[in-house]
C-alpha cells in the first residue's frame, strides 16, 4: 500500500515537473517573438511578422480575463455570466486617456475627440476630468471594475443569490452596461466607442517598438496573475474558498460567513478582469460597447471550460485553442464559426468534463503505466 503511494506521489511530481518545464519553454518562446519580429526584415524566414505579435497580445489578454474567471467559478464556484463588463470597463478607463492623448491630430483638429465634436460636445464631462494623466487612468483601470463588482457582489452574496440565479443577474447587469454605453449621450462614444488612438506615454501607439513593449507588458501580467493566483489558492484563504465550493451549508456550520471570501476573490477577478481589458485596448486599436454583449461573457466560460476548469493554466490553453480556432474559422469559414464554438462546448462537456488539461493528466497517466509494467518485470 505504501509502495503505490510512493509510486503515485512519483508520478504526480513527474507530471508536475513536466508541466512546470512545456510552462517555462512556451513563455520564453512567447518572449523572443517580438525580438524576431523586429530583428529580422520581413522577407527573412525567422521573421514574425506585426500581425502574429497583435494577435498573440490580444490572446493573452483574453487568457488573463479566462483566469480571472477559473479564480471564481473554478475556485468558489461562482459562475459569472457578465465577467466582460469589467473586461470592457477596464479598457473603456485606459481608452479615455488615449483619446485624450490624440490631441489635436484628430479630424476635426479640436482638442475634444472627435465624436464630441460630431455629437456638438463643447467640453468634456465632469467624469472625463484628470484623465489626460496616465497614472489616473491606470487607477481607474483598478478603481472602476473593482467598485462596480464591490457593491454589485455585497448586495447578490448577502442576499445569498447562487447559482443560476447569480449567472442570470450578472448577465443582466452586463447587458444593463451595454445598452447604456451605446447611447451617443453618455460621453463614451455610443455604437463605434473609441478607436484611431495615436500616442501612449508619447510614443507613436503603432510603431513596433511600441507593440513590442505592450505584447511583453502583456506576457508578464499574464504569468504574474496565474503564479499569483496559484501562490494565492495554496494559502489557507484559498483552502476556504475551494471549501465553500464544494459545500457552503458546511463551511457556515464550522463558523464561517462566505460573504467576506466570495466577495474578496469576486472583487480581485473583476480587478484582474479590467487590467486585461486595459491591455487590450491599446494593442487592438479600438473598444465599443459589443466588448460588454453577453455573448462575449458566455465565449469566455467556455474557454475556461475547454481548457480545465479550477486549474489556471487550463483557461490559458482554452482561450488560446478557441481562439485560434475562431481566427482560422472566420476567416476560412465564418458562417460555421458559431456551430463549431457550439460543439466544442458540447463536446467538451459530454467527454471532457476537466477540459483539454484533464485530458492531458489522463494521457499522461496512460503513457506511465507501461513504464511502471516494465520496472514491475525487471524487479
Known amino acids: 500500500m505504501k509502495m503505490t503511494a510512493n509510486r503515485s506521489i ?7 515537473g513536466w508541466g512546470m518545464t512545456a510552462a517555462v519553454a512556451i513563455v520564453v518562446v512567447m518572449a523572443l517573438l517580438p525580438v524576431l519580429n523586429l530583428s529580422f526584415a520581413p522577407s527573412h524566414p525567422l521573421h514574425v511578422s506585426s500581425y502574429f505579435i497583435a494577435l498573440f497580445g490580444k490572446f493573452m489578454c483574453y487568457a488573463i480575463a479566462a483566469v480571472a474567471l477559473d479564480l471564481v467559478w473554478g475556485y468558489a464556484g461562482i459562475l459569472s455570466l457578465g465577467h466582460g ?6 479598457g473603456y478607463s485606459l481608452g479615455m486617456y488615449l483619446m485624450r492623448a490624440i490631441g489635436r491630430d484628430g479630424v476635426y483638429q479640436s482638442d475634444l475627440p472627435d465624436f464630441m465634436v460630431f455629437l456638438d460636445w463643447k467640453k468634456y464631462p465632469w467624469y472625463w476630468s484628470f484623465t489626460e494623466h496616465f497614472g489616473y487612468a491606470l487607477l481607474l483601470v483598478v478603481l472602476i471594475p473593482g467598485l462596480l463588482a464591490l457593491v454589485f457582489g455585497f448586495f447578490a452574496f448577502r442576499s445569498r443569490i447562487k447559482g443560476v440565479y447569480f449567472s442570470i443577474i450578472t448577465q443582466a447587469m452586463t447587458f444593463a452596461i451595454m445598452l447604456l454605453f451605446f447611447r451617443n449621450d453618455t460621453g463614451f462614444g ?3 466607442g473609441f478607436t484611431d488612438f495615436k500616442r501612449i506615454l508619447g510614443y507613436t501607439i503603432t510603431a513596433p517598438s511600441t507593440k513590442a513593449v505592450l505584447y511583453w507588458l502583456t506576457l508578464f501580467v499574464l504569468v504574474a496573475v496565474v503564479v499569483g493566483c496559484r501562490a494565492m489558492m495554496a494559502t489557507k484563504f484559498g483552502r476556504a474558498l475551494q471549501a465553500i465550493r464544494d459545500s457552503e451549508p458546511r463551511m457556515m456550520f464550522l463558523g464561517y460567513n462566505p460573504l ?3 466577495l474578496v476573490v469576486w472583487t480581485l477577478s473583476a480587478v484582474i478582469c479590467g487590467i486585461a481589458g486595459a491591455l487590450y485596448v491599446p494593442q487592438v486599436g479600438i473598444i465599443n460597447p459589443s466588448e460588454m454583449s453577453p455573448a462575449n461573457s458566455i465565449e469566455l466560460v467556455i474557454w475556461v471550460a475547454v481548457g480545465g476548469r479550477g486549474t489556471l493554466v ?8 478557441v481562439n485560434g480556432m475562431k481566427s482560422w474559422f472566420t476567416a476560412a469559414l465564418p458562417e460555421y464559426w458559431l456551430f463549431a464554438l457550439g460543439a466544442i462546448f458540447i463536446v467538451v462537456t459530454l467527454y ?3 477540459g483539454l488539461i484533464g485530458l492531458g493528466r489522463t494521457l499522461f497517466a496512460k503513457l506511465r503505466r507501461p513504464v511502471r509494467a516494465t520496472e514491475k518485470v525487471i524487479a
Not at 10 to 16: I, M, Q
Not at 85 to 90: D, H, K, M, S
Open 10 to 16: 512519483t508520478a504526480r511530481v513527474l507530471a508536475n
Open 260 to 262: 467576506g471570501f466570495k
Open 352 to 354: 471532457l468534463p476537466s
Open 314 to 321: 487550463g483557461p490559458v490553453l482554452g482561450a488560446a485553442v
Open 85 to 90: 463588463v469589467f473586461f470592457a470597463l477596464g
Open 190 to 192: 455610443g455604437n463605434n
